[in-house]
């Protein structure tokens, strides 16, 4: 069965370093997302790209994040310069069709700890 | 974003059922109800969607009130790998994002 993959699972950096996290969607996908989840607390939207472009991004996802696809197949969020408070886990997912009527598949996460 | 209300957490004994349920009463016309699990240190991982009718799939049973102001999630036969915060989203038919609330956390007893 397809999944959507992540690297690395963990990610150990520096506060005010750069750091960009992987993702390989389901290859037949064409909706993209971003998703973290601070320790202990709710999943949150981050941000979804479709067609090369942002579609939709909350609040949290500021000048201090990017996303790109690079190529064909990777999808990455970039953090510019990392916070004590980015420390979260980071989910990446894709989907075949926007809106309700999809689901979204996700990925394994990667873990991001800014000391 | 439509709210959901969720209990905070649900005991079942395993090979029983679990029926969970989500309260959604300011649901739009154009609202899916969605259903998503996350296993412990897993991503979340879709379950059941639904808009009127009760939809079934290999996983689960998706029972939706006429109204549409409520419904339930029902695992037929609980095994010790359901264990897991059960969240109920409402998303718009043009909605991008999936909102997660507190979910339940479910424990299955062996």
């Known amino acids: 069965e397809p999944e959507v993959t992540q690297t690395p699972s963990h990610q150990v950096t520096q506060m005010g370093q750069e750091v960009i996290l992987r993702c390989v969607p389901i290859?037949?996908?064409?909706?993209f997302y971003w998703y973290r989840q601070i320790l202990g607390q709710k999943v949150e939207f981050l941000v979804s790209f479709y067609n090369n472009e942002i579609s939709e991004k909350s609040e949290i996802f500021d000048d201090q994040f990017s996303v790109e696809r690079p190529d064909g197949s990777n999808f990455t969020l970039k953090i510019r310069s990392t916070k004590l408070e980015d420390s979260a886990m980071y989910f990446c997912?894709?989907?075949?069709?926007?809106?309700?009527?999809?689901?979204?598949?996700f990925g394994p996460g990667t873990r991001l700890t800014v000391l | 974003d439509a709210k959901t209300t969720q209990p905070n957490s649900m005991e079942s004994n395993e090979e029983e059922p679990v029926h969970l349920p989500c309260n959604h009463s300011?649901?739009?016309?154009?609202?899916?109800i969605h259903w998503y699990r996350q296993l412990p240190s897993q991503g979340p991982e879709y379950v059941i969607h639904?808009?009127?009718s009760n939809v079934n799939n290999r996983m689960a049973s998706l029972a939706i009130a006429e109204d549409r102001k409520s419904s339930t999630l029902i695992l037929h036969r609980a095994t010790l790998r359901d264990a897991a915060v059960y969240y109920c989203?409402?998303?718009?038919?043009?909605?991008?994002?999936?909102?997660f609330g507190a979910g339940t956390t479910v424990t299955v007893r062996a």
């Open positions: 300011t649901i739009s016309g154009t609202d899916y």
């Open positions: 997912a894709s989907s075949a069709i926007a809106g309700g009527l999809n689901e979204q598949f």
């Open positions: 989203i409402l998303r718009d038919i043009n909605d991008y994002k999936l909102s």
């Open positions: 290859s037949n996908h064409l909706y």
């Open positions: 639904g808009l009127t």
